[in-house]
């Protein structure tokens, strides 16, 4: 049995076609692996609070040394981490927001990116603890940043495989709808894109 964790960004609801193509990676994992467990994570409904110098200084004191509001910030923290490290796959929808991710997803990294928990320093420098998972992202976006000369502009894809890269993760898959505002691609990209999953 395999547990799933599906991360929703977009703000927007029945017209976002992140939503759209996040549940179709879930629903052909579904065919492959019928017993999954599915945990969602929609940042827009429950939003973490942008990072503030209450939180860094709760990440940074030892947890036998927290205030009562501290201990409730480390235990929300932890929460949400509890949830990657239960995890065997996870999916992030992550649509393109002026060349990055949107700022509930970059909240939720500030949230998640713990030493300790999410990785740790030794004498190598960095590892990532969260080992053996593998990663969906379900990236939409109005132009088409996969190839062409708009590609160095995308910092959302490049952006999360490099915090689960730190994080230890490096099974990636990425599945794209673009061109969604592109007249004669727009028609047919999230079609496109939904046709373009395959699971391993």
Same mark, same amino acid.
């Given at each position: ?5 599906? @991360?929703?960004? #977009?703000? &927007? ?5 992140? &939503?759209?193509? $996040?549940?179709?990676? /879930?629903?052909? @994992? ?10 969602? &994570?929609?940042?827009?409904k429950n939003s973490v609070p942008l990072l503030e110098e209450k939180h860094i200084n709760t990440f940074f004191t030892p947890a036998e040394n927290h205030s009562p ?11 949400? /981490? ?9 999916? @992030? ?12 997803? &970059? ?5 998640? #990116?713990?030493? $300790? ?34 590609? /160095? ?6 952006? /999360? ?10 099974d990636v898959s990425v599945f794209r709808a673009e061109g969604l505002a592109i007249p004669g691609i727009m028609e047919t990209a999230l079609e496109k894109g939904i ?6």
């Open positions: 049995m395999k547990n799933i964790l599906h @991360i929703i960004s #977009s703000p &927007r609801k029945e017209l976002s076609a992140s &939503r759209k193509l $996040g549940t179709a990676v /879930i629903e052909k @994992i579904q065919e492959k692996y019928p017993d999954v467990i599915v945990k969602e &994570r929609d940042l827009t509001e501290q201990a409730e910030i480390n235990q929300y923290s932890t929460d949400l /981490i509890s949830e990657l490290q239960e995890a065997d796959i996870i999916i @992030i929808d992550s649509p393109m927001y002026n060349f990055s991710v949107p700022a509930t997803l &970059r909240a939720y990294f500030d949230f998640t #990116s713990r030493a $300790g928990y999410t990785f740790k320093y030794d004498e190598n420098g960095p590892k990532g603890l969260l080992n053996d998972k593998k990663l969906y992202i379900a990236f939409t976006s109005g132009n088409i940043y996969s190839e062409g000369p708009y590609q /160095i502009f995308d910092s959302n894809v490049p952006y /999360i495989k490099n915090v689960f890269g730190f994080y230890g993760v490096k046709e373009s999953i395959v699971i391993d």
